[in-house]
């Protein structure tokens, strides 16, 4: 029997509170041990050219192992696919902006979990450039990947992660 899983990119309009960075400030954050990023909230600023972050995390209920940071994962104004590498799911996100560049530079926190395999991978959709948007990964599903590309235009970063079921 195949499951099929329907997901909605939300366009916020508001303020959401528990930003994890400032406006063209370091956004530094890891989840505690045992637990893997499982929502992703963001608002851009057309006057800072530059967004923040919320990130929220839940346990996995598995021991966690091997945890590490990636290097960057891309220079300023460039695309990237990332995905953790070893069975391992995102714990974690850091970047820095650079006003010249109006952009991010990105690393992740990888952790592996104890029996931990994946199924039902699969693209949330992608972001949309100079919006508010808010991506969730239902119960039992983290974030493992993502693609990014910068736009001169908007100067914004679309984003498309992609999810897991952590069996």
Known sequence: ?????????????GTVH???????????????AGSAVYEINSK???FFEDRVFEILC???????????????????EQSFEFQCPNQSVMSGMES????????????FYCCAFEAGTF????????THLDYAWSLYAPAN????????S??????????????CRLG
Request: hydrophobic share 30%; net charge negative; proline share 3%.
């Open 1 to 13: 029997m195949s499951t099929t899983y329907v997901y909605f990119l939300t366009l916020t309009i």
């Open 18 to 32: 528990g930003w994890m960075n400032a406006m063209d400030k370091e956004l530094n954050f890891k989840c505690p």
């Open 44 to 46: 851009h600023d057309n």
């Open 58 to 76: 839940r346990p996995t209920g598995k021991s966690s192992s091997g945890c590490q940071w990636t290097d960057y994962v891309n220079s300023f």
């Open 96 to 107: 820095i902006h650079d006003n010249t560049a109006e952009d991010r530079r990105w690393k």
């Open 119 to 126: 199924s039902e991978c699969q693209k949330l959709p992608k």
């Open 141 to 148: 599903f983290v974030f493992r990947g993502v693609a990014s």
């Open 150 to 163: 910068h736009d001169n235009n908007y100067q914004d970063r679309d984003y498309t992660f992609e999810i």
